[in-house]
Every structure is written in structure tokens, then in C-alpha cells.
């Protein structure tokens, strides 16, 4: 990769992590190009440059966003796979990072969220509702083994996914007592062998 390539490259995910902080802060609505490029400390230009329209940068920042949340889902299928982790505590654990350490990427995304359906809605920027399908299908993938059923999984992803928006939305800490009381409940409910354990082995399910 040649300097000038590198430089672009790092340029943009600048402005990515840029937009991430401002919809952290101030929500999708505050984005604009002159905002983001204050954030980053670069001028208004380079912007402009990477990102035509403000749709472009909002939808670059969402799949940015997305793709690394699917990279720690794959961690995450790893974990409970080579180490033997058990799968609800994995994912508890996860769900917790993602509501403290991260909470203002974990905002952002959710937000972009929101961004994506509205688009979905007006049949603009087709893209995004299926890079939505995708997230949800990444957790879904990693949770598969453990139900019964490919409704169950989705049920199971769609409550997780809800539990973390809800907590976001309140604008408190997370509580991790009630996460993880959470996310076990939720696991005994649909999953084939009931709650994972810590001596649990991870193996595709067989079914009822």
C-alpha cells in the first residue's frame, strides 16, 4: 500500500470514528459534514472528499460499524467453540461491554439503526436494510446451536438486541446483575438443553 493510499485510508476511518462521537454525543441529526470534520480536526474538504452527501457518510459510518460488530461476533463464536466458554455467559458478558466500555459506539449504532429503517421506509439507500438483516443474522449464527429451532434463535437475538436498546434508552449505567440474570433467562427459555453451565460443551443442537 503506497503512503498516499494509506493516508486516505486513515483519513476516512478518522471521519468514521469522527461521525461515531458526534452521533454518540448529539444524536444522527447533528451530523453534518462541517460537524465531523471539527470533530476529526480536518477541514471540510476532505470530508467532501471521501463522502459526497451526508447519506454517504451516515451509511459509510453504519456498515463501518456493522462490520466490526460482526468481527466480535465471530470472537465470540470462537470463545464458546475452541475454549469451551458457556454461551450465555459469553454473550452476557459481550452484551455488557457493549453498555459500558462502548456505550457511546453501541448509541451510535443504534442510532444508524433507526437511520436504516427510515431509509428502508423510503426505499432510498436499499443497502443498509440488508446490511441490518445481516447484524442480526451474525448473532443469530452464533446462537443457532443452542436452540431448537432457526425461530427460536432469531427470537432469542431479536430479545437481546431489544434488552441492550431498552438499556440505552433509559440513559442509566447497565446494571450487570440483571444482565446476566437476563441473558441466562433468556437462554433457559429457548434453548434445547436449558441453561449453558459452566461445564457445557458447545455442540450444535439436535432439536426437540
Known amino acids: 500500500m503506497g503512503g498516499r493510499e494509506a493516508r486516505g485510508r486513515a483519513s476516512r476511518a478518522a471521519l468514521i470514528d469522527a461521525a461515531v462521537a458526534v452521533i454518540g454525543a448529539h444524536g444522527v441529526e447533528a451530523v453534518t459534514h462541517r460537524a465531523v ?91 443498509l436494510a440488508g446490511e441490518s438483516r445481516q447484524a442480526r443474522g451474525r448473532i443469530v449464527a452464533v446462537i443457532r446451536p443452542y436452540t431448537g429451532s432457526d425461530d427460536d434463535a432469531r427470537d432469542l437475538a431479536t430479545a437481546l438486541i431489544g434488552y441492550a436498546f431498552m438499556t440505552l434508552s433509559t440513559g442509566g449505567p447497565a446494571d450487570s446483575e440483571d444482565l446476566h440474570r437476563f441473558v441466562r433467562r433468556q437462554f433457559a427459555i429457548y434453548s434445547v438443553r436449558g441453561r449453558a453451565s459452566a461445564g457445557f460443551s458447545p455442540t450444535p443442537a439436535r432439536g426437540h
Open 37 to 127: 470534520a471539527a470533530r476529526a480536526g480536518l477541514s471540510v474538504g476532505l470530508v467532501t472528499y471521501h463522502f459526497a452527501t451526508r447519506d454517504a457518510l451516515l451509511a459509510a459510518t453504519y456498515v463501518t460499524l456493522s462490520a466490526g460488530n460482526a468481527d466480535e461476533i465471530a470472537a465470540l463464536a470462537r470463545d464458546v467453540i475452541d475454549r469451551g466458554e458457556p454461551v450465555d455467559e459469553v454473550m452476557a458478558d459481550h452484551l455488557e461491554l457493549m453498555l459500558t466500555a462502548r456505550r457511546t459506539v453501541q448509541s451510535a449504532l443504534f442510532q444508524l439503526l433507526l437511520f436504516a429503517a427510515r431509509q428502508a421506509i423510503e426505499d432510498d439507500l436499499p443497502e
